[in-house]
């Protein structure tokens, strides 16, 4: 599978995000990562094969999440659904610049 | 449609790649190719006139309510509310058997015991609505812009 690493200079947490390269919400997500130097990996899922997006639905839905991008799992636990904004900055430890 | 230009365009480029490969696929939400599973998430969505009549602006964030484009209000992420089993059909499309008819037809009766004067060819577009009266339905809806295939027939007896 192909995940894209971002290097950043936040790295407190493991971020994995999965994305789909053509939904407005994901690239805000990928932005506001970069922005705030979170060093992430992302995968677009919509660019994946057919096997590899059954695995990744599988994954959310082990987790507990729905099947809706992006969906952000902080640290191998914690799942986020949506670009919510305030959750992820508290997830990620990021305060309001 | 979403007043924040950079936010628009951003959008609206996630349109045109799906659209390039497939169809105009919604930009949010993952698509499997199939044109029946896809039906209900191909822009315009089945789920943007409720979404913006209770939050203001589609899940997409490409609609938005004139009022709230107007005062600029906040347009943040809204919950997906497309039915799970058509989510889950979405990441297991080898389960489904999939009419391979390109438009379904549906059949409309008029109840009357009274004699039929004209039996007329009806179209309507499963998007928005649109009604024509044609052989074959039109190659672009001229309201919203959907696709042939997004016609139906509609059969319909016109009692005379």
Redesign the interface.
């Known amino acids: 599978m192909n995940v894209v690493k971002v290097d950043g200079k936040n790295s407190k947490h493991r971020v994995l995000l999965y994305a ?9 997500t990928k932005k506001f990562l970069t922005d705030n130097s979170v060093a992430h990996g992302y995968i677009d ?2 660019l994946c094969t ?1 096997e590899e ?2 695995q990744i ?1 599988r994954d959310i839905l082990e987790r507990g999440g ?4 992006p969906t952000l799992i902080v640290d191998d636990s914690r799942l986020i ?4 904004v305030d959750e992820i900055r508290e997830a990620l430890e990021i305060g309001n610049t | 449609m979403n007043p924040d230009e950079e ?1 628009l365009i ?2 609206l ?3 045109r ?2 659209e390039e490969p497939l169809m105009p ?1 919604q ?5 499997t190719g199939v044109f029946e599973l896809d039906r209900d998430i191909i822009c315009p969505c089945d789920y943007r006139d409720p979404d913006c009549e209770e939050y203001g602006y589609c899940y ?3 609609y938005v309510r004139k009022d709230v484009a107007e005062k600029r209000l906040p347009i943040k ?1 809204i ?2 509310w497309r039915p ?1 089993e058509k ?2 059909r ?4 080898e389960d489904v058997t999939v009419s391979e008819k390109p438009v379904e037809e549906i059949k409309t009766t008029l109840v009357s015991e009274e004699h039929l004067a004209e039996v007329l060819k009806m179209w309507y577009c499963r998007q928005c609505g649109y009604v024509c009266f044609r052989e074959e339905p039109p190659y672009v809806c001229p309201i919203c812009k959907a696709k042939r295939e997004m016609f139906s027939r509609l059969t319909v007896k016109i009692i005379g």
């Open positions: 789909l390269s053509t939904c407005g919400w994901c690239r805000k899922v919509d057919d997006y059954e639905c729905r099947i809706a991008f659904t949506g670009f919510n | 936010f951003s959008l480029e996630g349109l790649e799906n696929m930009a949010s939400r993952a698509a997409c964030g490409l992420p919950p997906e799970s989510l889950a979405a990441y297991s499309k």
